[in-house]
């Protein structure tokens, strides 16, 4: 008795394949179940290659169903997916940590905070320039005026303290007046009076 080739039938009793020769684009899709779009498709891809026969591009399309099953298909969208979550996860998961560490803490609670330091600390500089005027009587009505001026500016500034100031860069966090009060002095430290 002669040696026979592999074959395989078509489903819903199509003709059967010789799987050592050539089929064409029509043929395989009916093997498979997939349109003649799809092997044209996937010969472009370079899933299958022209020329080889039924049961290479068969081995070639089972591979590639593999491959995409496990989330390394030629797209990779699976792949990204998977990857995005993993980080999603992680980050989310840092996080709780960093709030069980308290590293973390409410926005609202923040700004609370830096706003009773803010008091504090404007409560304290205010009646500065009086001190200094008492300690220092050279100082003329000119200077003591000049620092209660900037100890104000700098109270109102740790009065209005709130996390929004961190969205400024740096260097449109100083305000003009400040910008011109550093000018002033650098002025009045080149004319020989102390700044």
């Known amino acids: 008795m002669g040696k026979r080739s592999p074959a395989l039938c078509l489903p819903q009793g199509g003709t ?8 064409s684009q029509t043929e395989f899709g009916a093997l498979v179940g997939v349109s003649q779009q799809a092997v044209s498709e996937m010969l472009a891809r370079g899933v299958l290659t022209a020329g080889q026969s039924a049961a290479e591009w068969l081995l070639d399309y089972c591979a590639n169903l593999r491959e995409q099953a496990a989330g390394r298909g030629a797209d990779g969208e699976l792949a990204f997916q998977r990857s995005e979550l993993a980080r999603v996860s992680r980050e989310r ?14 926005v609202a609670l923040l700004e609370q905070v830096l706003a009773t330091v803010g008091r504090n600390v404007a409560g304290t500089l205010e009646p500065l320039h009086v001190s200094l005027h008492k300690r220092c009587p050279a100082l003329g009505p000119e200077d003591v005026k000049f620092i209660q001026n900037e100890i104000s ?29 550093i000018a002033d002095d650098e002025e009045l430290t080149d004319e020989g009076r102390p700044a």
């Open 153 to 181: 500016k700098a109270c109102d500034l740790a009065v209005a303290a709130a996390l929004s100031i961190l969205d400024v860069p740096d260097e449109d966090a100083m305000s003009d007046d400040t910008a011109a009060a």
């Open 93 to 106: 998961n840092e996080i709780k940590l960093s709030v069980e560490r308290r590293e973390y803490g409410p």
């Open 16 to 23: 059967a394949v010789n799987l050592e020769s050539v089929c």
